[in-house]
């Protein structure tokens, strides 16, 4: 598959280089493609990425994921310019920082997923990707055990080949429902961010399914 990944920081670096080595085209989508950092990691990745604007990337994929900060995310799917068709997967979480550290923008009664949704125009956008650290989308796995991806939206057509593509980097996946369900996945990632980061875990930790 071609996916496009826009950004390509901590989030977009890991899955660009996983799926690269699972046989996947890269095109990262970033400001400036001959960034040193961006030509960089490209030389890590191999002959498998590139790196365009984010408008030629968008253009070019079968899969459009997100892995922009969230303040930035609007004026990054706005440079993208028509999404129609596409199918986009939300990596986003929508972090503030207040007097109490890190915590959510928006929940509860409305989602990044669903904004993401609202600024992609005729796009079927997916919630995934956000639960976990940068570090563990390298490498899901663990002594042998996938950790749980989750994947949230609303296009029944087009879920079971993002659920592919998610399993394709290592993870277990489960369907988490629709996209409105964005808001749970953005409270779960909440809570592994606190527990790796205020709590004494670290970010070499997942969660996993566990079945009788
Ligand atoms: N870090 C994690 O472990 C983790 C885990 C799950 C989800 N997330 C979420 O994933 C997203 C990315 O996190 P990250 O840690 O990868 O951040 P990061 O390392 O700061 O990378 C962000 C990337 O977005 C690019 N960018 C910024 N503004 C842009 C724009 N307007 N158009 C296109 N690209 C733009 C940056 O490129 P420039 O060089 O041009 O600034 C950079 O490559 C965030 O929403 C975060 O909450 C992070």
């Known amino acids: 598959m071609k996916i496009a990944i826009i950004g390509a920081g901590n989030v977009g670096g ?39 604007t984010p408008a030629d990337a968008a253009a070019a994929g079968d899969f459009v994921v997100l892995s922009t900060p969230w303040p930035a995310t609007e004026a990054a799917i706005r440079a993208m310019g028509n999404l129609k068709g596409k199918i986009v997967l939300d990596a986003t979480n929508p972090l503030t920082r207040g007097p109490d550290g890190i915590g959510l923008e928006i929940g509860h009664a409305i989602s990044a997923g669903e904004k993401v949704h609202g600024w992609a125009a005729g796009a079927s956008v997916f919630k995934t990707l956000n639960t ?52 749970l996945l953005e409270a779960h990632a909440m809570l592994w961010i606190d527990l790796a980061l205020a709590r004494g875990q670290g970010r070499d930790f997942a969660f996993g399914i566990l079945r009788r």
């Open 14 to 52: 890991a899955l660009g280089a996983n799926w690269a080595s699972k046989g996947h085209d890269i095109v990262f989508g970033v400001r400036d493609p001959k960034a040193e950092k961006t030509q960089a990691l490209l030389k890590t990745i191999g002959g498998k990425a590139k790196a365009v």
């Open 132 to 183: 976990t650290g940068f570090g563990n989308m390298a490498n899901p796995v663990f002594k042998g055990v996938k950790s749980v991806m989750f994947v949230a939206g609303d296009d029944a057509v087009a879920k079971p080949k993002v659920m592919a593509l998610v399993g394709d980097l290592g993870f277990e996946v489960i369907d988490a429902g629709p996209l409105r369900n964005a808001r």
